[in-house]
């Protein structure tokens, strides 16, 4: 498990002195109806939220998300120096599309379902170096927009195995803050790594966490090296969307390399749904599945003390259906972020 | 021409310290036949690279892009921290195959056809921080991917309307490093803005000119206003695709704006191909023109000291095929970058 560039990894881990402020998280009807359907702000019952196009229901979702983060943050629109935003859809439309009327400087992500911690990353990066006094990550996907994309419109009603995951309808968006400016309860961004693109011959794109754990691997294993640290010094290890499958060789593989992860890892994909009523086989997937958990999950849970300090590694499969018909094997990437609650709580 | 947001203007130029050490561009055959068709580095005669795809090809032409500016660099992969590259096939797979064998940390951009100088900002912010000893910016496009992704396979033979641009089939690569650390003959990065997603009603997928030139008039009137500078300062004032349509409806409203660009405004998509031999219609576009042309034409004018202090703002237009069906306007984003002879040539 060892790459190219390995002796670089001391200078990879990124110290990060930024705090997010405010986060809002936008889903679906399935996903209100999950175990966590409680905690989102906001959901619409058929998915559409009143557009006419599933593409566009995408769009409103990523503004709606968005304007409900600026609310909570108090900041205003003209208050957020930079918005950093990505999605799934081709040319990541939903983003293009749903920030229109804010008028904010748009820097595009993409990074599949690694996009929410990429931009996370970034935007902790420019915030604690003085370059904005506040940005916004916004980042979502949308089961029947994704299906009809990457595989068939759901009308067609497709079989899926038993490996594939369920793309979360849903959208979620954080505001970033330098730490020293943001208010007293806001969950601290402290350190970042930036995640290599791994290919492992994987090239079922029914499997997207076989594709994807040996990024989290990659990922994770040079944090804890060029940190001394591991899974016990954190109360969560937090995976985007490896679903069932993907967990399960994260955590067989991190043990093979002398990280046993216990009962520290968790993954947003396996949370957001109930495996016994929901149907969604190894669990939830898309841009929009860390997002949200990690807005309406886990940022609460920091922010009130019941979690100090938690890694939170979002995985993405940078392949297209174009890729996958010729035959390519499937590339990923696992950007990383540690969260801390508020220094009060700490 | 007023968005939201301009009492935000004063803080929204960023000032950067870092430099560019090496560059390279990677071009096809059309390229490497028209006016700049010398000064790019490498071109290959039928466009393919090596490769059974035109998507693969377009992996191989970043690929190499890559390995070259790392080879003028001297720093070996092992000396590059970053990479940001992106490009505009569906889900940016030219990047994520392109990259594999370098194991660089790796941060996916989509800015359409603005990515590369978005792609210089972040490096630029990145480095100059400290936070990367050198970072890798990587675009492309290629035209025969380009045209069956956007509107019909090359062997359709689809007529092209007169404002239509031709996709550039090329890779440009840039390795960027801290200011005070770069060699003397760097070309400095010296300030960015970023662009706003702007949409003003251009719905003809056909006119990208037309729909991205008001994002490039909203990130140059805010460059300039919040500078206090004119096109008289500089040199030059470069675009990336605007085309010959855009390009006109920049000059002329520029000068509705009271900024006059008069004789100091080229597009490198005008200046890639012979319009009377090449048969182009309105000039070249794609993730790959601004990049390439910069790269191959611009780098080397600043270094030599034939030119001192130019701007650089590529111009993306944010749509899919998707979104254009659905009768979505198309929106566009215009990131900016000033660059700078090396100190000794200023």
């Not at 968005?66 to 108090?74: F, R, V, Y």
């Not at 090296?225 to 591991?230: H, I, K, L, V």
């Not at 979690?307 to 390519?328: C, N």
């Amino acid at each position: 498990m060892r790459w190219k560039g390995d002796e670089l990894m001391e200078r990879q881990i990124y110290p990060l002195n930024a705090a997010i402020c405010a986060a809002a998280a936008v889903v679906g009807k399935k996903e209100s109806e999950g175990p966590l359907g409680g905690e989102f702000d906001l959901h619409d019952v058929d998915d559409r939220f009143g557009q006419d196009t599933w593409e566009k229901a995408e769009s409103e979702m990523q503004r709606r998300a968005l304007s409900l983060a600026i609310d909570k943050s108090g900041l205003g629109a003209e208050g957020i120096d930079l918005l950093l935003a990505g999605d799934l859809l081709n040319q990541c439309i939903g983003s293009a599309y749903g920030h229109l009327e804010f008028g904010i400087p748009f820097l595009g992500l993409y990074g599949a379902c690694s996009t929410s911690v990429e931009g996370l990353l970034l935007a902790s990066l420019l915030v604690g170096e003085g370059r904005a006094s506040a940005a916004a990550v916004v980042t979502s996907s949308h089961n029947c927009a994704a299906e009809r994309q990457y595989r068939f419109p759901i009308e067609y009603g497709g079989q899926r195995p038993p490996t594939a995951q369920w793309t979360v309808t849903g959208s979620g968006a954080f505001i970033v803050m330098p730490a020293d400016r943001s208010p007293a309860d806001s969950v601290l961004v402290v350190e970042g790594m930036v995640g290599r693109v791994v290919e492992k011959g994987i090239r079922d794109a029914n499997n997207m966490g076989a594709a994807m754990a040996p990024a989290a691997i990659d990922t994770l294993t040079r944090y804890f090296d060029a940190s001394g640290t591991c899974a016990e010094d954190f109360d969560l290890i937090v995976t985007g969307d490896l679903g069932r499958e993907g967990s399960a060789i994260l955590c067989e593989l991190m043990a093979a390399e002398g990280f046993s992860l216990g009962d520290r890892h968790t993954d947003c994909g396996r949370l957001i749904y109930d495996p016994l009523t929901q149907d969604v086989h190894a669990g939830g997937s898309g841009c929009g599945c860390c997002a949200v958990v990690t807005a309406a999950h886990f940022l609460p849970r920091l922010r009130r003390g019941e979690m100090r300090d938690i890694l939170v590694m979002a995985t993405g499969a940078m392949m297209s259906p174009d890729s996958v018909k010729q035959g390519q094997p499937i590339p990923a990437v696992a950007h990383l972020v540690r969260l801390q609650a508020p220094r009060g709580e700490n």
